[in-house]
């Protein structure tokens, strides 16, 4: 099957700087990215979609300029957090589209982010 | 717009016993519909998809039948292991204007004991 791999799985920072996470789609090419944020034991909320080599799209209520995401390559989306702060803290998870046959969403295996 | 609604959990069960959990949805057009699943601390995972109306994906004893009529999608599983417990979401993709919209529903917490 079709693997989204994620990185780094933790990452602890400090308040005020930034931090990066980075979604590859290992085995197929990806023009689609979808970032989710998870809160403990909720349900996932869409953040953005990344379209590769054009800007991306955010849902309503996410900072733009907070949330900074980059689709580069059709393997490859980063999410960087700027300016975290503890607020931020959360399960960020990322998944990539794939159309062979019906279009499928694969997920990555997220990233736990603490903000100190 | 498309939406996704699941029962609410958490749902627990002794293990070996049968397992529902109801999914319906509303949707314009033909959505392909998902069963995913997150275990404790990770990302999700596919378990199983259907594709048009009567379909049945099936995946490790799990199963659920695209209902066009009843717009539903039950996943169903006979005989549950405690190793099932984990949050399961149902979701849809949709077509519209050359994209694809994923939809989900709130995940629905699954606790199986010995």
């Known amino acids: 099957g079709a693997v989204v791999s994620q990185h780094p799985s933790r990452v602890i920072c400090k308040s005020g700087t930034s931090v990066k996470i980075e979604c590859r789609s290992l085995?197929?090419?990806?023009?689609?990215m979808f970032w989710y944020r998870q809160f403990p034991k909720q349900s996932l909320m869409l953040m953005a979609t990344s379209n590769e080599g054009s800007k991306a799209t955010y849902e309503q209520g996410v900072e733009k300029d907070k949330f900074l995401i980059n689709h580069a390559s059709l393997t490859l989306s980063t999410l960087t957090v700027t300016s975290a702060h503890p607020e931020d803290s959360s399960f960020y998870i990322c998944?990539?589209?794939?159309?062979?046959?019906?279009?499928?969403?694969?997920f990555g295996e997220g990233s736990w982010l603490t903000v100190v | 717009g498309d939406s996704v609604t699941q029962m609410e959990g958490p749902v627990t069960l002794s293990e070996e016993a049968f397992l529902t959990i109801n999914c319906t949805y509303t949707?314009?057009?033909?959505?392909?519909l998902f069963w995913y699943v997150q275990y404790p601390g990770e990302g999700l995972q596919l378990l199983l998809k259907?594709?048009?109306?009567?379909d049945k994906g099936s995946n490790k004893g799990f199963e659920a039948t695209y209902r066009k009529e009843t717009t539903s999608f039950h996943l169903e599983k006979g005989s549950v292991q405690v190793s099932d417990s984990a949050v399961y979401f149902c979701?849809?993709?949709?077509?519209?204007?050359?994209?694809?919209?994923?939809?989900f529903g709130r995940g629905t917490s699954l606790i199986v004991h010995p």
């Open positions: 998944s990539a589209g794939l159309g062979t046959g019906a279009y499928t969403i694969y």
């Open positions: 979701a849809l993709i949709s077509a519209s204007g050359g994209s694809y919209i994923p939809t």
């Open positions: 949707a314009t057009g033909y959505p392909s």
């Open positions: 085995d197929f090419q990806a023009t689609t």
């Open positions: 259907a594709t048009k109306a009567d």
